[in-house]
């Protein structure tokens, strides 16, 4: 059977240097024209010369994600898919609990008119919404920026208040405690209700769990992601209905359940949002 | 001189170093990949020395979570750059543009035949929707969501226009053949009807859409996948990007 394997082996190779020698040959034909894969040059830490990212271990940090010269994340924030912290004229410090959603931009302002030096802090808890961008701002404590805002120099955020999405801040406004502010110009809306402002530190946490599977689902290596693979194909034909008809009982495989805490609650509590 | 002084030195300090942290990188991902350590005491930020400051496999495109594996139709193109999480489905003729994230993790997203999300989209679906109705996200056949639009738990049935820009917030309904312009910011819960061009933030009226405007809307949805028919004849279907993995771990003398 050895030698049975070792010459399947030989012909498979075979078979593999032919088709490299083919996709050469099809490289050629295509002349300057083809497309070149190469490896991924994106790095998800990177240093500007000697301002490197001090990012704590449970931070989830997105692949996609770009954290950029001197920034400081905090224990279980999370930084989502295609981020941009851009720490490279001064110093960005996110805190802990606070999680920064999908396509942010997260920068600071070495000068701006006024002459003042931004650096950026984002507090503890705090909600950054999807492509939101903050450039050079304070943001509070358990804060919720709406997503698509953008808070331009010298805004602060005060604990507890809330940017409504698709706002644009002008500079130096300050945003007091509790309060909802949205539009462009970005002006005072209406006062947040104890409902309200509960639910932003529960959706703080929410994100903290829900970091957790992500994390764990990007770090998993190759040979981590093909046994999944093969689980779920062999998972999927199983109809719970037909399972218990037959009285059959069948176990999920423990890599494909998902954690209690990130699965909705059965409650019909209603989710506040910033209503107009 | 400078140049050529640089260029030597570089040649000297780079591969010694980078090799030292790609050969670390490699023997942690040989391991075990994953933060776990000892727990630590204070609230200071203490980095895990694990971390992985550049992966050469990149961001992967289709991230399954627990039993949701994202699937994409056949004849999709979706770029390179996209994140899809969860539960995503893209039907037939459908594309995803460069730079755009359709997280389906709290719940379903669905972009349907023919339609498009353009780049730098955000799509994502909140758990619940303050209507009460399902809060998934679907997107209908022929709707084109224009360029960096954030989209989250929203309906759009067939034959919309999206503008660039623009934001749906939770349990918005933009009924079919209705246009919103670039920029637009659909307040939660909000309706926009049939055959109406609406826009601002938050979105308003402006006028109702000429018979003409209505048919060019699905002329628009079936240019762009002529378009991404372009771009998905580029790419092969299994990419060769192994054969630099191998040449580069045989390079650092990691088995490959």
Same mark, same amino acid.
């Given at each position: 059977?050895?030698?049975?394997?070792?010459?399947?082996?030989?012909?498979?190779?075979?078979?593999?240097?032919?088709?490299?020698? &083919?996709?050469?040959?099809?490289?050629?034909?295509?002349?300057?024209?083809?497309?070149?894969?190469?490896?991924?040059?994106?790095?998800?830490?990177?240093?500007?010369?000697?301002?490197?990212?001090?990012?704590?271990?449970?931070?989830?940090?997105?692949?996609?994600?770009?954290?950029?010269?001197?920034?400081?994340?905090?224990?279980?924030?999370?930084?989502?898919?295609?981020?941009?912290?851009?720490?490279?004229?001064?110093?960005?410090?996110?805190?802990?609990?606070?999680?920064?959603?999908?396509?942010?931009?997260?920068?600071?302002?070495?000068?701006? &008119?006024?002459?003042?030096? &931004?650096?950026?802090?984002?507090?503890?808890?705090?909600?950054?919404?999807?492509?939101?961008?903050?450039?050079?701002?304070?943001?509070?404590?358990?804060?919720?920026?709406?997503?698509?805002?953008?808070?331009?120099?010298?805004?602060?955020?005060?604990?507890?208040?809330?940017?409504?999405?698709?706002?644009?801040?002008?500079?130096?406004?300050?945003?007091?405690?509790?309060?909802?502010?949205?539009?462009?110009?970005?002006?005072?809306?209406?006062?947040?209700?104890?409902?309200?402002?509960?639910?932003?530190?529960?959706?703080?946490?929410?994100?903290?769990?829900?970091?957790?599977?992500?994390?764990?689902?990007?770090?998993?290596?190759?040979?981590?992601?093909?046994?999944?693979?093969?689980?779920?194909?062999?998972?999927?034909?199983?109809?719970?209905?037909?399972?218990?008809?037959?009285?059959?009982?069948?176990?999920?495989?423990?890599? &494909?359940?998902?954690?209690?805490?990130?699965?909705?609650?059965?409650?019909?509590?209603?989710?506040?949002?910033?209503?107009? | 001189?400078?140049?050529?002084?640089?260029?030597?030195?570089?040649?000297?300090?780079?591969?010694?170093?980078?090799?030292?942290?790609?050969?670390?990188?490699?023997?942690?991902?040989?391991?075990?990949?994953?933060?776990?350590?000892?727990?630590? %005491?204070?609230?200071?930020?203490?980095?895990?020395?694990?971390?992985?400051?550049?992966?050469?496999?990149?961001?992967?495109?289709?991230?399954?979570?627990?039993?949701?594996?994202?699937?994409?139709?056949?004849?999709?193109?979706?770029? %390179?750059?996209?994140?899809?999480?969860?539960?995503?489905?893209?039907?037939?003729?459908?594309?995803?543009?460069?730079?755009?994230?359709?997280?389906?993790?709290?719940?379903?997203?669905?972009?349907?035949?023919?339609?498009?999300?353009?780049?730098?989209?955000?799509?994502?679906?909140?758990?619940?929707?303050?209507?009460?109705? %399902?809060?998934?996200?679907?997107?209908?056949?022929?709707?084109?969501?224009?360029?960096?639009?954030?989209?989250?738990?929203?309906?759009?049935?067939?034959?919309?226009?999206?503008?660039?820009?623009?934001?749906?917030?939770?349990?918005?309904?933009?009924?079919?053949?209705?246009?919103?312009?670039?920029?637009?910011?659909?307040?939660?819960?909000?309706?926009?009807?049939?055959?109406?061009?609406?826009?601002?933030?938050?979105?308003?009226?402006?006028?109702?859409?000429?018979?003409?405007?209505?048919?060019?809307?699905?002329?628009?949805?079936?240019?762009?996948?002529?378009?991404?028919?372009?771009?998905?004849?580029?790419?092969?279907?299994?990419?060769?990007?192994?054969?630099?993995?191998?040449?580069?771990?045989?390079?650092?003398?990691?088995?490959?």
């Amino acid at each position: 059977m050895g030698t049975l394997g070792r010459a399947i082996y030989t012909v498979g190779n075979w078979i593999r240097g032919s088709g490299q020698a &083919l996709d050469r040959f099809g490289s050629l034909l295509q002349g300057s024209y083809r497309l070149e894969e190469h490896l991924s040059r994106h790095q998800t830490l990177m240093n500007v010369f000697d301002k490197s990212p001090l990012v704590d271990k449970d931070v989830f940090v997105a692949p996609s994600a770009s954290v950029i010269g001197d920034v400081q994340i905090g224990k279980g924030s999370s930084i989502w898919y295609g981020c941009v912290l851009r720490g490279d004229v001064n110093n960005i410090s996110v805190g802990s609990g606070t999680n920064i959603q999908d396509n942010s931009l997260v920068h600071v302002a070495q000068t701006n &008119l006024g002459g003042k030096v &931004l650096p950026t802090t984002i507090g503890d808890k705090v909600t950054v919404g999807h492509s939101a961008v903050i450039h050079g701002c304070t943001v509070e404590d358990e804060a919720f920026v709406g997503m698509g805002a953008t808070l331009l120099d010298g805004v602060v955020v005060e604990k507890n208040a809330m940017v409504a999405a698709g706002s644009l801040v002008k500079e130096n406004t300050r945003i007091p405690s509790g309060e909802v502010w949205g539009g462009n110009p970005a002006k005072f809306m209406r006062k947040l209700t104890d409902k309200e402002i509960a639910y932003i530190s529960k959706s703080a946490e929410n994100y903290i769990n829900l970091a957790h599977i992500h994390s764990a689902e990007n770090s998993k290596s190759f040979d981590e992601i093909e046994v999944e693979r093969a689980l779920r194909k062999k998972y999927a034909r199983k109809d719970e209905d037909y399972d218990s008809m037959l009285g059959i009982v069948r176990e999920t495989p423990a890599e &494909l359940i998902l954690p209690e805490n990130v699965l909705p609650e059965k409650t019909t509590t209603r989710v506040p949002t910033t209503h107009y | 001189m400078a140049t050529s002084l640089a260029r030597i030195s570089r040649r000297c300090v780079t591969p010694s170093l980078s090799s030292n942290l790609i050969r670390r990188y490699f023997a942690a991902e040989a391991v075990a990949v994953a933060t776990t350590e000892a727990p630590k %005491p204070k609230s200071e930020v203490t980095p895990s020395p694990d971390r992985a400051k550049w992966d050469y496999r990149g961001q992967r495109q289709i991230i399954p979570l627990g039993q949701w594996l994202p699937k994409v139709a056949v004849d999709a193109y979706v770029a %390179p750059n996209v994140v899809l999480a969860g539960q995503v489905t893209v039907w037939d003729g459908s594309s995803v543009w460069n730079g755009a994230v359709l997280r389906g993790d709290l719940n379903k997203i669905t972009l349907g035949f023919c339609s498009n999300v353009q780049e730098r989209c955000v799509v994502h679906a909140a758990w619940s929707s303050p209507t009460g109705l %399902p809060a998934e996200t679907l997107i209908d056949r022929y709707v084109t969501v224009g360029a960096y639009s954030l989209l989250r738990s929203c309906t759009i049935e067939p034959e919309c226009i999206i503008g660039q820009h623009s934001i749906l917030m939770e349990g918005s309904l933009v009924e079919t053949r209705s246009i919103l312009e670039a920029g637009s910011v659909v307040p939660p819960g909000r309706r926009i009807p049939s055959g109406e061009l609406w826009g601002g933030n938050p979105a308003r009226f402006i006028r109702a859409l000429t018979n003409e405007e209505t048919l060019e809307i699905p002329k628009l949805a079936v240019a762009i996948n002529h378009l991404s028919g372009d771009y998905f004849s580029e790419f092969l279907p299994y990419s060769t990007v192994y054969l630099e993995v191998e040449k580069f771990k045989k390079s650092l003398g990691i088995a490959v």
